[in-house]
């Protein structure tokens, strides 16, 4: 198609919907190449960079957009979002500023300048944001759930109405279901009726789990396929590098803790949560298009040069891991590829979170994950968690058995609630680093964060969360039913 900028562009969304993203890429670059001066097109096109995972070209992208003459509100808001998501807060804040105070009546640029000062630990400028969000619209669901995570949040009576009035007018609309629904939990929580939240989140994730059928079973097989595939490559002699230190483990299972704390160290960065190996295990596998691991997949990876691999993996990475000799990947489904990093990168440590079960399983469920992820989408069905949380389990379990223990270690969550010290020594002797007492006072450590974990990391260690699914009452007994069968919780 030779076409002008807006038929490329109109190519380039296509091609994004369908994501297919290597697609949109090139399309988009079209785009720019027709109107270089467009802050839109270059925001989209530096957008779906950071989508396929060039981390680079959507920095540098976005920092050259922002300085367009006549940059709109909503492309400031769009880099800000970008420089977000490749770990550079401070900028990402200051952008998403500058795009309130063009449109400072915009309920969806306040709400996302919130979360870029939540991100950068700002959290009375957060608040300061939501409240405004909502008062410009009474019925924005996201900027609900974004106040009720906010730390020192205490629903009024006037909030919980307000939610279960929203939620009752939001049935039949998935994302807003989600929204209220995890937030009038948090406020049931707050108020220390637990058994109420968990009926509030079943109700409220009903329609999306109805909308998209979730196969734990292909899941599960994805997972077993992992060992398989390790046993098989990938071939040859990995990278030798030992700068990766992979923090891996089901979501909410402590993995930016200890992120936090690693990364608290002097010789540490932490790159975030990269999608260098996922996409890479795709590109392996001839996929262009982004979807979550398969038993296919896994076994294609197998056929891959294993210094190929490490290489292309370290050059990803390059741009988020810091001038330090050593950095994290907090990428907590990484699990399913800790056979191909320990031959890729041979160097390289594994550091597995585990947390009980129990909790694990209600952490995924209580969590309201981005809509439009490929992997998560077990948590909207608490039987679906239990089952995936179980796979998990038992891959865990295989690559303590064939994967060498100088690489691949097991870090039990509440072990480090109870004694940080021994545990952290322990864990950075693993690694090869040195003590360092930063790493014990992790929650004093000024750097963003973008995970859900974003406040939790800001406070010292407490315990909590330990036992937490204890509080849910009989409407939490199918997961543990799940659990015991597969041999996790007594």
Request: glycine share 8%.
């Amino acid at each position: 198609m030779s076409g002008s900028a807006e038929q490329w562009r109109d190519e380039g969304m296509a091609a994004s919907a369908r994501r297919d993203h290597a697609g949109a890429i090139r399309a988009f670059e079209q785009a720019v190449i027709l109107s270089p001066r467009d802050p839109a097109l270059a925001a989209r096109l530096a957008l779906e960079r950071l989508t396929w995972g060039d981390i680079d070209g959507a920095r540098s992208g976005a920092r050259a957009a922002r300085d367009l003459p006549g940059i709109d509100a909503k492309s400031l808001d769009r880099l800000g979002h970008i420089l977000n998501r490749t770990a550079d807060f401070d900028e990402a804040l200051a952008l998403f500023r500058r795009a309130a105070a063009l449109a400072p009546r915009d309920a969806a640029i306040l709400r996302n300048l919130a979360w870029g000062a939540q991100h950068a630990g700002q959290f009375a400028e957060a608040e300061a944001a939501l409240r405004r969000t909502l008062a410009l619209a009474p019925a924005d669901d996201k900027a609900w759930f974004s106040l009720s995570g906010l730390p020192g949040w205490r629903p009024t009576a006037g909030d919980v109405a307000a939610l279960e009035r929203l939620l009752a007018g939001a049935a039949g609309d998935e994302e807003r279901s989600l929204g209220f629904g995890h937030a009038l939990a948090r406020a049931q929580e707050t108020l220390g009726d637990a058994p109420a939240a968990l009926a509030i989140l079943t109700r409220a994730k009903a329609p999306r789990r109805r909308a998209r059928r979730f196969d734990v079973a292909a899941a599960v097989a994805a997972f077993e396929a992992a060992p398989v595939a390790w046993s098989r490559g990938p071939t040859g002699q990995g990278d030798p590098s030992d700068a990766p230190i992979f923090v891996v483990g089901p979501p909410r299972s402590g993995t930016t803790l200890l992120d936090r704390i690693l990364s608290s160290h002097r010789q540490v960065t932490s790159a975030g949560e990269l999608r260098a190996m996922p996409l890479l295990a795709l590109r392996i596998a001839g996929l262009q298009v982004e979807r979550s691991p398969s038993a296919e997949i896994m076994l294609r990876t197998a056929g891959a040069p294993a210094a190929m691999v490490g290489k292309t993996y370290l050059e990803a990475a390059a741009s988020l891991a810091g001038t330090t000799p050593r950095f994290t990947d907090k990428r907590p489904f990484n699990l399913i590829f800790a056979g191909l990093i320990s031959r890729a990168l041979p160097g390289a440590r594994i550091l597995r979170m585990r947390r009980r079960p129990a909790d694990t399983v209600l952490g995924n469920y209580r969590q309201f994950f981005a809509s439009g992820s490929v992997f998560h989408d077990y948590a909207y069905d608490l039987e679906d968690t239990a089952r995936y949380v179980a796979g998990l389990e038992a891959l865990s379990a295989a690559w303590e058995r064939l994967l060498p223990p100088d690489r691949y270690r097991v870090i039990d969550y509440e072990a480090l609630v109870a004694d940080p010290e021994r545990q952290i020594r322990g864990v950075l002797d693993f690694c090869g680093l040195a003590w360092d007492p930063a790493c014990l006072d992790f929650h004093r450590n000024t750097a963003g964060v973008s995970t859900a974990s974003a406040v939790q990391v800001r406070e010292p260690l407490h315990d909590r969360s330990i036992g937490l699914w204890r509080r849910y009452g009989p409407g939490f007994e199918p997961a543990l039913k799940i659990l015991r069968e597969a041999g996790l919780e007594p």
